[in-house]
């Protein structure tokens, strides 16, 4: 994936599905500072914007003050769903009804996957 694959969206905008882990937020926010670069897109539906992966960059995005970030988007019928959680199963229609609603998954409840794409890298004063 080039940079010009991404789409650049405020952290606002994008609906989380899943609570997040505070000590994982930090160790985001210190890995994009050291690097002062972003190097893994957030991944959203297309539709609605609901986060299903990176909600831990979302937030370290927000804490660092950022107005965008780079965005993969995605139709949702093309990504795989799982679980990391044994207790729990998933649906598509499940995800996207607790990102519009906002009653979260706890932390790293759902798995996505989107296949192999290449790493980019977004300085990050292009995104402040």
Do not use: N
């Not at 988007?73 to 519009?100: G, H, I, K, N, Q």
């Amino acid at each position: 994936m080039s940079t010009a694959d991404l789409h650049f969206i405020s952290p606002h905008a994008l609906r989380p599905t899943e609570e997040i882990c505070p000590d994982r937020v930090r160790e985001v926010v210190d890995l994009i500072v050291a690097q002062q670069a972003w190097t893994q897109p957030i991944c959203v539906e297309r539709t609605t914007l609901a986060l299903l992966d990176g909600h831990h960059r979302r937030a370290a995005a927000i804490q660092l003050g950022l107005t965008r970030v780079p965005v993969r988007v995605f139709d949702y019928e093309a990504v795989d769903l799982a679980s990391w959680r044994a207790d729990v199963v998933p649906t598509r229609e499940e995800v996207l009804r607790r990102a519009r609603d906002g009653q979260l998954y706890p932390p790293k409840t759902t798995r996505h996957a989107f296949g192999t794409a290449k790493p980019v890298s977004v300085k990050l004063a292009q995104l402040l």
